[in-house]
């Protein structure tokens, strides 16, 4: 239905910034949400950061205050913006978008995850 193409990741020193991107292609669904999750080493996949079609964010805890997320309606992406990043944000880290099938019925499509790496 839908196909995501992530871009961004690299290595970077703690303390330092990184931006992914996230693009998708069109649909003819509407968009619930986008946003993206990572998964470290040895860790289950865990949310990040959320935009509602409404245009509210919703961060995890450990990254607030750290990462913004943002959408262009008009391109179909989402960037991540990540500063102050730790050594804990190492993780591969997945774009995910909900599309609304019907009503009451979301699918939710992934990316194939970009490696995000911060030494310490």
């Known amino acids: 239905q839908v196909q995501l193409v992530e871009s961004g990741g690299g290595f970077v020193k703690t303390g330092g910034s990184l931006t992914l991107d996230c693009l998708a292609s069109?649909?003819?669904?509407?968009?619930?949400?986008m946003g993206w999750y990572r998964q470290g080493p040895g860790k289950q996949r865990e949310a990040v950061a959320t935009?509602?079609?409404?245009?509210?964010?919703h961060y995890a805890e450990a990254v607030k205050g750290r990462f913004t997320l943002s959408r262009d309606k008009v391109r179909n992406t989402v960037n991540l913006q990540m500063n102050s990043l730790k050594p804990d944000d190492t993780a591969v880290y997945y774009c995910?978008?909900?599309?609304?099938?019907?009503?009451?019925?979301?699918?939710?499509?992934w990316g194939q995850g970009t490696q995000v790496t911060v030494s310490s």
């Open positions: 995910h978008i909900d599309l609304q099938i019907r009503t009451h019925y979301t699918e939710r499509y």
């Open positions: 069109e649909t003819t669904f509407s968009i619930d949400a």
């Open positions: 935009i509602l079609s409404d245009g509210s964010t």
